[in-house]
Every structure is written in structure tokens, then in C-alpha cells.
């Protein structure tokens, strides 16, 4: 039987209210804005980790004692001008982005990165 406490969203939001530093901050932004760019966008809960999906996974959201990581699993596939991506980059296939505690968000160049990912996974589903 599932309850509330399973749903995806409850899930996320617990994961970051255990989290007593800086992380915390940064994944609820990331969160918002990655929720913001498209009304499609929904969030599950993977590999204890989560995941943010529009016809396709977008990103997964993972947290280290030292840094906050989006992993896009069809990175190198998408267009990335203002160079976001600074993590797995010798992949062919992902491309991953981390945060530390002095990393500055650029929230228009984040949003473009979201909305290409979910153009890719729109594309690939047809």
C-alpha cells in the first residue's frame, strides 16, 4: 500500500530537510527551477535518489558531503552554451553538473539546459 509519505514529492522534500548545510538551499533551488521551466515536468524517486522526468528522465539530483549533482543521462546530446555542464564529461552519453557551497546559479542558462533536455526527450519518444 502506498501513502503520501511514498509519493515522489514527499520523498524530496524529507530528503532535504535532512540535510543541515548549504545543499539543502541549493537542491531546493534547483528543484523549483527545474519544476518551473515546464508544467510536464514530475518528479519520481529512484535509486533513493531524485529524479526529475518529462517523457524520459531529465536529471537525477544527488547529494555528497561536498557538492549537490544533477546527472543528465543524455548530457552530451544536448546543446550547453554557457558550458553547465563541469562533471562526467569524458561520458558519451551523460553529462553531469556540480554544485559546491560557492557555486553561483545562473537561473536563465539552468532553465535552457532543463528545456533542452526535455526537447531531447520529446524528440527521442516519437
Known sequence: MTTDQDAPAHRITAKIAALVDWRAGTLTRLRRL???????VVETWKWDTPVWECAGILCTGET??????LTFPHGAALPDPQGLFNASLEGKVRRAID???ASDIDEAAFQALILSAIRHNRA???
Open 34 to 40: 527545474i519544476l518551473a521551466t515546464d508544467d510536464s
Open 64 to 69: 555528497y558531503k561536498a557538492k549537490v549533482k
Open 99 to 101: 554544485f559546491d557551497a
Open 124 to 126: 527521442r519518444a516519437k
